[in-house]
C-alpha cells in the first residue's frame, strides 16, 4: 500500500496547470481538486447577486449563503463545481467571470473562506489540487509542489483557443490584456500573492505536449510517493 500524497500546482494564469493536475490526479487514481473554480462560483454568485466585494460586511454576508462542492460526473469522468446544489461548471468559463475574478479571490474574507474548505479536502491526503497559492498558503507541508510557467505569447494563444471555441467574437488582444491584468492582481495582491514556494519544482511547459509534462510530473510524484 503506497503512501498517499498532497500535490500542489501553482503558476501563473494558462499555463495548464489544470490539465496537468487532472491527468496527474487520474494516473494516481488521486482526488482533483480545481480551486480556480471555486473562485470563480464565488465570483459568479457575487456577480448574479449583486454583492459589492468592495464591502466587507456584503462579503461576510454572501459568503454566509454559499455552499461549494464537487461532484463527479460519471459520463464526463470530471469532478464539476456546484455552488447552491446548482451545477456552475461550465457557466464559470465564461470571459464575463475571468474579467473578475481575480479581483473576488484578492478579497481577504473570500481567501479565507475558500483556504478553509480547501484544507479540509486534504485532510485524507490522495489529493491534487491546483491554483495560485496552493504550496505557499492552503498546503505549505506538500510533499510535492509544482510550479509552472510558460512563455506569455504561449499563455495567450492557449487561452485564446479555449475561449475562442466558446465565444468566437473574443479578440486575441483581449485575452492578452485579460491575461496581463490577472498576472499582476495575482502576484501583487495583499493576501496569499502568487509566488513560488522555496521547495517547489519549477516546470516551465513552453516547449512541451501534454504527453511530456505529465510524464515529468508523474516521475516526480512516484520519487516522493515511493
Keep these: ?18 490539465t496537468l493536475a487532472k491527468q496527474l490526479a487520474k494516473e494516481l487514481n488521486y482526488v482533483y481538486i480545481d480551486s480556480g473554480a471555486m473562485y470563480r ?10 454583492v459589492d466585494w468592495t464591502k466587507h460586511k456584503a462579503v461576510d454576508e454572501a459568503l454566509k449563503e454559499i455552499t461549494l462542492d464537487f461532484r463527479y ?16 461548471e461550465y457557466v464559470i468559463r465564461d470571459l464575463v467571470v475571468a474579467e473578475k ?10 481567501r ?11 485532510e485524507k491526503k490522495g489529493i491534487v489540487m491546483d491554483g495560485r497559492d496552493i504550496g505557499t ?21 492557449r ?3 479555449e475561449l475562442f471555441e466558446k ?7 483581449e485575452v492578452k490584456n485579460n491575461l496581463e491584468m490577472r498576472d499582476y492582481i495575482d502576484s501583487h495582491r495583499e493576501v496569499s500573492p502568487l509566488r513560488q514556494a522555496d521547495d517547489a519544482i519549477v516546470l516551465d511547459n513552453t516547449n512541451l505536449t501534454m504527453k511530456q509534462q505529465l510524464e515529468i510530473a508523474l516521475r516526480w510524484a512516484k520519487e516522493k510517493i515511493g
Design 1 to 18: 500500500m503506497h503512501k498517499k500524497i498532497i500535490i500542489t500546482i501553482d503558476g501563473w494564469s494558462s499555463c495548464g496547470k489544470s
Design 167 to 173: 465565444n468566437p467574437n473574443v479578440t486575441i488582444e
Design 73 to 88: 460526473n460519471e459520463h464526463s469522468n470530471q469532478s464539476e463545481m456546484y455552488l447552491n446544489d446548482e451545477n456552475v
Design 41 to 50: 462560483a464565488i465570483t459568479l454568485y457575487f456577480l448574479r447577486n449583486h
Design 112 to 122: 479565507q473562506f475558500a483556504v478553509a474548505q480547501q484544507q479540509k479536502m486534504g
Design 159 to 161: 487561452r485564446f483557443k
Design 101 to 110: 475574478v481575480s479581483d473576488v479571490a484578492a478579497v481577504r474574507e473570500v
Design 137 to 157: 498558503v492552503v498546503f505549505p507541508k506538500a510533499a510535492l509542489k509544482i510550479f509552472m510557467t510558460a512563455d506569455n505569447a504561449i499563455r495567450v494563444e
